[in-house]
């Protein structure tokens, strides 16, 4: 069937119609984008410690001001057991998100449940955040409205080869298994970006790149943080005097372990059958642990 002359002119109007409200729609919605991130630059300050204090409202403690003002390109953080590394480091990473619009971010653990993790700390900051700056996190990603993400990615080097990132933050990377391929896959990652790496753990094993990284003269260019117990206890940091002493009591007849958990220092038990590099390099990733009665029992499957 044959429009007539008239219903086609009526149609012509109604498409530039719709292609004009469409054209103003992306005008207003771009415009509405770049309000947004001029407004986050105005409210972020530009000196990370006041940025915990007025945004995210909580002070810093001098230790966690160390690492929030470091702007070393590589930072490797050796922290003591609950001194809250976790918690400063991804503080750090979202002012960084926050002040420069569009960057790419990748979190890593010992394990991809781990590397999920970091993006739930990440969460609990967001919430501190107005809601219109950021969009609702998954579990795997974070987006903020000015464009910039960080995604949890899987303990892979295979993972990490592809995309072009501005920064990767390895948490607990001493226990990572796969250290060195995983390494050299970060490496030429921030290639083009001439992006960040931070590296974070409590010390396990010497025959590691987290060890060089903290002590090799090859990786002096790295910016190292060391924390203990006596720097992260009350006041000063969260841990409390009393359960410390009753911890340290209780492993008086495991040294070694204390000398990792709580001094942050590299120490191999002298009674153990087997080496914790070879240890580490049993480990796969991609296991998971599932409970499958109220016992706990549980079956590990890939």
């Known amino acids: ?89 991804t503080a750090r990473i979202l002012h960084k998100m926050l002040r420069n619009r569009g960057s790419w971010w990748a979190a890593f653990g010992p394990s991809f449940r781990q590397s999920k993790q970091v993006i739930r700390k990440f969460t609990t900051h ?72 931070i590296g974070s753990s409590t010390p396990w094993s010497r025959d590691h790149t987290f060890y060089k990284m903290c002590k090799d003269r090859d990786f002096d260019d790295f910016s190292r943080h060391h924390v203990t117990w006596k720097e992260a206890v009350e006041p000063n940091g969260p841990l409390k005097k009393n359960i410390l002493e009753k911890i340290k009591k209780q492993l008086a007849t495991d040294p070694w372990r204390w000398q990792r958990e709580m001094e942050a220092e590299w120490s191999e038990d002298e009674s153990c059958w087997l080496p914790q590099g070879l240890i580490g390099q049993c480990q796969d990733s991609m296991l998971e642990i599932r409970v499958i009665d109220k016992r706990h029992s549980f079956w590990v499957v890939k």
């Open 1 to 89: 069937m044959s429009l007539s002359r008239p219903s086609l002119e009526r149609m012509r109007k109604q498409q530039h119609q719709i292609q004009g409200d469409l054209d103003r729609t992306r005008r207003a919605s771009s415009q509405g984008r770049t309000d947004l991130v001029a407004e986050i630059l105005r409210a972020v300050p530009e000196d990370p410690v006041e940025f915990c204090r007025k945004i995210l409202g909580f002070e810093p403690t001098p230790y966690q001001a160390n690492i929030l003002r470091d702007e070393a390109q590589f930072i490797a953080a050796r922290l003591c057991r609950q001194s809250g590394k976790t918690f400063i480091i």
């Open 126 to 197: 967001l919430l501190k955040l107005p809601k219109r700056w950021y969009y609702k996190p998954l579990k795997t990603k974070i987006e903020l409205a000015n464009g910039s993400r960080i995604e949890a990615f899987p303990n892979n080097p295979d993972t990490i080869r592809g995309p072009t990132l501005n920064g990767i933050y390895c948490d607990e990377f001493n226990f990572v298994a796969n250290d060195e391929d995983l390494y050299d896959a970060i490496l030429f990652t921030l290639g083009t970006t001439n992006g960040d790496f």
